[in-house]
């Protein structure tokens, strides 16, 4: 079984802000997929920390997580679902946004630094390694204030922009957990985001 996560912070207040576009993809996915989330009991055999939903996919066998913790306590989730799984950290992908990346700009890479992200940070932590996928969704960097950037919503203007990301993320996802191979997947999607944009 594979794990994706994807970050963002929990309530109402939060919904559709750039620092949820985490919660945003997986949403996507699972409902192009067809499944639910499902609060954490629900989990079979399973004894961890509960501040999560998850949605189960069987082709390709996965699990879809949106730990509900707030972004920089995400690794507790994280690594008490790999425990569960038997998984190791290659074998799970996090999602998140990233105010380094030019709007609507994705990036795969099979390990690195948490660039600053808070979410990021709470995962090195807990896992003690580096060496996990991730998935950044670029969100722009402010002229004023960063903390408030990530927590305001698009505007309609990046809206369409946006959406169209937030599709062609779902779909490297599923490449990457139908085919296991990260390399492969940065190579293939890279050239579609990077179509007549500046290197």
């Keep these: 079984m594979r794990l994706v ?3 963002g912070n929990p309530g109402r207040e939060y919904e559709s802000t750039r620092h949820n576009l985490g919660f945003d993809v997986l949403g996507f996915l699972a409902r192009r997929e067809g499944v639910l989330f499902e609060p ?3 989990l079979e055999r399973y004894g961890g920390p509960t501040a999560f939903e998850h949605a189960r996919l069987f082709e390709p066998d ?6 509900l913790t707030f972004m920089n306590r995400s690794g507790e989730v994280v690594s008490a679902l790999l425990g569960w799984a038997g998984a190791e950290a290659e074998q799970c992908m996090v999602v998140v946004d990233d105010l380094d990346l030019p709007l609507a700009k994705l990036r795969i890479r099979p390990s690195g630094s948490s660039g600053g992200h808070n979410g990021l ?9 580096d060496r996990f996928p991730r998935l950044r969704v670029g969100i722009g960097r402010s002229q004023t204030d960063a903390a408030r950037h990530v927590l305001a919503r698009f505007t309609d203007e990046e809206r369409a922009a946006i959406d169209h990301a937030v599709a062609e993320a779902a779909e490297a996802i599923l490449a990457w957990l139908r085919e296991g191979d990260i390399e492969a997947c940065m190579t293939r999607f890279h050239s579609r985001w990077n179509q007549g944009a500046e290197q």
């Design 5 to 7: 996560f994807g970050l």
């Design 62 to 67: 996965a699990l879809l997580v949106k730990p």
């Design 121 to 129: 940070k709470s995962i090195l932590s807990s896992l003690g390694t």
């Design 40 to 42: 954490a009991r629900t």
